[in-house]
């Protein structure tokens, strides 16, 4: 049977995904996820695909993208800094069909889209924000590491994913008295609602630009207000924190606090009042995708623990 390399077609969608989660099985997706993050991505473009087929089934697929569009709202100077970088937002091959060469000329064909448009860094996964994987999680999936390496890929980090078992969450004791501290400074946590929406907005506008989407994204759908915490002094919103990223109900974060407000275990109260809305709620799980080691001990001390290990990769193109 004939091996070829072949451009993506508007039909593959369906067999994509069936093959992606036979690959990645650590990462599931579904059609809609796959839309959401792909095709529906303003960014997307189809050249930038690359699937390998023997006979008539798809046995590896290539995705690599540049930002064209400064979208969303929050990106502008991401779309600056982002002017030479192009990501491989994800390539996999059958597994019966490995050590053949395969997933080396799908990703050949992939930095060459790259360097076609100019891009002089290649990032592995982690494309904001419309990424699903965030590296290589070298548990699951045995030899990626090593196939990036051998083609010229370095390792640049570390990042974990948590997660936290919500079966009877509760927060602890002491968080009483931290509500009670920061309530005599005029400081409130509580569930995000409409009045504070300007606030809000200026608040992300301000300390973290590129999470402003993932808020309005949220209100747009119509999601429950209570997926989403605040901290404010007075009027004025100091932090934001959320659940629900895209299709995943259970994935919790981002969350931030104002420079000049943290220390004050302001974050650690909008997790704990976010947990316990989801727990409430009747969700058995709640996880990071991503954290680095630092962030990593403030969720071990929520009650987060790591449960798997990504390294982040990148090349020179
Ligand atoms: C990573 C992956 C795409 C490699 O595809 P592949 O077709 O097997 O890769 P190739 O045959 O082109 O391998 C090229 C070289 O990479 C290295 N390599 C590939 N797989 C390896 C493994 N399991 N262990 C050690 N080195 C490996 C080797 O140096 C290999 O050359 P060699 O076979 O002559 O020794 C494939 O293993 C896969 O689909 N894994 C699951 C999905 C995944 O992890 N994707 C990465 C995140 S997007």
Redo the contacts with the bound molecule.
Sequence with gaps: MNLRMRAYDPFDARDVVALWDR??RADPITREIFEENVLLDPNFDPTGCRVAELGSSMI?FAYALTRRTPLPWGFESEFERDREVGW?F????EEA??????????LQEALEFLRAKGVRRVV??NYAPNYV?SG?DTQA????Q???V??GFEVEGQSFGMGIDLHGFRRPPEAAETEQTLGREGIVVECFSRDYLLPTLAFLEECFPTWLSLLIEKLRRGDDHREMVIARRGTEVIGYCQRRYGHHAERTGPFGVRADFRGKRIGTLMLYHLLERMAEEGLRFGWFAQTGERQRHYYQRVGYRAIRTHVEMSRRL
């Design positions: 690959c990645l590896g491989v994800a390539l996999f091959v069909h490995r050590r053949q060469g395969i997933g080396s000329e799908l592995l996964g994987l290589v999936y045995p030899g990626a090593e196939f990036f051998r083609h």
